[in-house]
């Protein structure tokens, strides 16, 4: 079937490509032309600017927007004024789900039909599919189908989870009505906090291995640092690509972050090219104010999104407050490098 | 090659078939004589006591201790009465490996092998293969390899990590030679301490997604409840079986731990078999006292922990220290049910 | 000077009589009428109804609000009916500051002053004094000063922080203007914020003291249970009363919180009145839901908050999920008690 | 009554003084020669070697050690050759509870008394008491008395705990027998404990209130920047030493640690000199491995010594980790400042 797409970063061309290798059309439209007539290209209907998308497009028309969150709904007032009732827009970024409500229900006032779908695969999606997830109309859900189904990976070689026979679900082939408009984001929100958290524990695990040689290093003596007891126990020399590498076959850890992790370690075992400075883009923050609102407690999903800020030099402040509480109580002086 | 195994419990039994379905030998002990008569049905050489174990094999022998860690030093004990210097014995539970560090030596001095491996996999494992993470003298490790080899998943249909190309190494078949004795277990330590930051992820997700529709509830109104400030955001009633399920495809989160929740979801969705008291076996422990020792931050994985001790009711007194506080400031009086 | 009271709970009514015994005069009204009565055989002036209330204040009238937070905004809207352009009301509950930006705005456009004031000090506050962090516009502060110093502590005998002197600054004595609207309740909401975490932070520490005699308690022996591997340093009973007593006196977690819970601990030392399950009353959601916005790191005050809700039962369906887990993976069966 | 004190360091020296103030005669040794000699001049009997020391003594000597944790066994060993059978040796610096134990049966084989003594208190202690958890044989306790009552800080201004009456128990005056050997450095242990959990509420809390400004600043706009959604939220300057001191008068959170940081606040409100390397000293870490062989929660405790971890750059690894996965599924490049 036919599909608008606004927006061709790397997200959204990876999408259309997998869509036309699929056997649909895509019109397709971005702010840099060199963006549009690349993907032209590669086989899609081009569209300088929204109105010409909306001209090129039957209807009811079915428009993806793929573009960072903070412009969506600018996208949106442009593009509804070239849109006809009945047309569906799906964002398929990052949105708050709470924005989602918000527009669905300004959409849905002015006779059109609003969809979001979590989106899910990073840049391997275009090859692997994407977990899609999607909060819709389940009317609107179902006329999508087959553009969910091209875009998710399918049964693929995934053993079916037992219990599971017959025709396969929606969900084993990577996509999932959600619930009604919020339902796609507020999942994808909550796989991203999982996401946060997985990602932590690996971080945490491997750094604990780096540091078990610490018994083979000298010790400052000092009343500012707390002696190791035993160092015995700590002469270890791991080789972290080679540990990253023996789990992903047959431990309780094998996932896909793993398989990245043993990427990235093999590449650069010492990770020299990253600094450590860990961005965070929303979904986690987001997922904590729910867990609150909820009452439900989150301990390790807020600590791993913690470390990221401390990791940004966010809890300096604080750390100055404890150094000069100590030295006020205990005359401590900071140990310097 | 020929193996000795000494205890037929789960894991040993499994590890029994798969070696023999390899084309090992293997010779059996377990206290439980009914244990090793099914293995000799199914093939193996049995034999009633440690004295018959190691008469029956040749010499230098490698037995294969697979009992709780609680008896480790126990049946090594009296185990060694009966092998001669040279022979090897490998501990494949979960010891603590500061244990595996003193056994070591001592057999050492004595003249024998000791051998620490750390075996994830599970029940899945006479099957799936076990991940296997050995700390040993290197001769040693390489004269065990056949049966490493033979435990392990092998290459089997997991995509090579780029960069590995030309001939699998042991740890792209599931195996690793992790260091001398001791680094086995600590690299399954950490391994086991990873798995609980990610169940706990998992956990603390789905939680949240299961109180996704608190907006449909009534709230108690009076000063010891915060009010639900926005309900028309949490109206949401996921059908966890199914999210569970279409993360198993294309999304980030992808695991094995997901896979086997979503059998778990899909058998029960309400799990109303489990009443949520969560043990834990040790390395989740022993993790976080190798992480204070170096000093490096764990907080996801000292979280995942404590949310156990929590589930079994040992935050209890904690919670009446901060009843009685409020009740002091605040004349705050406990809800009641 | 004269101030209007509406709201004679605990902390209102408290609040009138240490007002009237620093010579201030209080026109009082509640929605129960004998709370009125008694308070005026206090001496204070009774009113019936807002009008009546309204009726007997000199212009520009000071009304202070002590009423729940959910109940706020309607006593507002019945009460602005009544009042003039320049009159002033006071919110000294603990509402969120962001419905102070909110009714100030609304309030001002109206012709009103709008202050809120965050209160602590419980119900010992009517001897104590109560510590006062008021957001309001500076000349409307300074009009109420005296009020704020009749409700303050006051210096005391608390000794001067070193580095001030000459005439005490309205902080020195328990009031301060932290900022324009909203600014009193947000300085309120990060001190509960903090009042959670150190509250946890001594629960904590007595719940550890409380298990040092683990080690004389028989241990089960199976594979669900971690051995205890040095039960000769946890053979202690101590006595938590005297504990709490002794650091009372030059240590340094000496603090109110510290009194408070050697009173509580001395009453009843199994704190056997209790049974665990904590409220929250709304600051500590709010706390970190501005330290999220703000991108600070803040482990302690959420695992304060985190560990109040699983006090309640919150965290049953994640530990659910975890046993669930473990069963499919090792086949581990939930101990029972 | 006679004591002999060994290392005249900040603690060492402070506490003489305090004892010879209240009468008490001193013998003194360092291994700085200075430091007795200026002791000497302050009144104390001056010993330039450890058998000089035991000479000056009378019997049974009673001889205080205030030396490093990491250098006591060595100075005990040293000791012991001078001193007689029925002699007592008081460690009151920062010793492992487990050391206490083992040397307490050491000594004791050998016919010495054993005291572990816990001093809080700090450089102020000289003036206002040190609060003393003592564990030891309560005749040996007894006989001790005269010199833990000089020590501590007495009844002093402190409000007695309600419920208490009659002659003030050793608890209220600043000192307790806290159990046999061990007991007064273990309870030492969680007060130190508890006091990194308070230390980081506050630091945590204050950290909030600095960066409420964050929403008149202008934030980047890309994918790797979390948008602030209201930013109308955070436009407060708030005057952090003001915020203290009012905290001190009246509120919930009133405490020394409060006292010491708005006094550290007042001098430096943007604490210049400080630059956020916070050490830990011991206690904080076992104090978690006390929480975990118990199985009691820590989730408050940890993250306070996890943050200081932190502080000095420990969590960098696990951030590279982060970024590298970050990189490997989303093509996300880290920011730079």
Not at 10 to 17: D, E, H, L, T, V
Not at 109 to 120: E, K, L, M, R, W
Not at 122 to 146: S, T
Not at 276 to 297: F, N
Request: glycine share 12%; hydrophobic share 40%; charged share 25%.
């Amino acid at each position: 079937m036919q599909l608008g797409i606004i927006g061709l970063g790397r997200m959204g061309a990876n999408m259309a490509r997998r869509l036309m290798s699929k056997g649909h059309e895509c019109v397709v439209q971005d702010s840099h032309a060199d963006a549009v007539a690349k993907m032209v290209s590669d086989g899609a209907v081009g569209a300088a600017t929204l109105a010409e998308l909306a001209a090129k497009m039957t209807k009811p028309r079915a428009v993806w927007l793929m573009v960072p969150a903070a412009v969506v709904d600018g996208v949106l007032d442009d593009l509804l004024a070239h849109l006809d009732p009945g047309d569906i827009i799906i964002d398929g970024g990052n949105s708050y789900y709470r924005d989602d409500i918000r527009r669905a229900k300004k959409l849905g006032d002015a006779g059109f039909h609003y969809v979001d779908c979590g989106t899910s695969g990073g840049i391997a999606g275009q090859d692997r599919g994407y977990c899609l997830m999607v909060g819709a109309e389940k009317p609107i859900f179902d006329h999508l189908r087959p553009i969910f189904s091209a875009l998710s990976p399918g049964l693929g070689n995934e053993p079916r989870t037992p219990g599971r026979d017959g025709e396969p679900s929606d969900s084993e082939q990577g996509f999932l009505h959600c619930g009604p408009n919020g339902a796609g984001h507020f999942v994808k929100m909550i796989h991203n906090g999982i996401e946060y958290g997985m990602m932590a524990a690996f971080a945490e695990g491997f750094n604990i291995l780096r540091h078990a040689n610490i018994g083979k290093k000298d010790h400052a003596v000092d009343a500012e640092t707390t002696p190791l007891r035993e160092p015995e126990f700590y002469q270890y020399e791991f080789d972290l690509p080679e540990v990253a590498e023996v789990w992903r076959r047959g431990s309780v850890v094998g996932s896909w972050l793993l398989d990245l992790t043993a990427k990235a370690l093999l590449a650069d075992p010492e990770l020299k090219h990253f600094g450590g400075k860990v961005s965070d883009s929303g979904e986690g923050r987001w997922t904590i104010q729910a867990a609150i609102d909820e009452a439900v407690p989150a301990h390790v999903l807020s600590a791993a999104l913690y470390d990221r800020f401390s990791s940004r030099g966010e809890a300096t402040f604080a750390n100055q407050i404890l150094s000069a509480m100590r030295h006020e109580f205990g005359g401590h002086a900071e140990k310097k490098d």
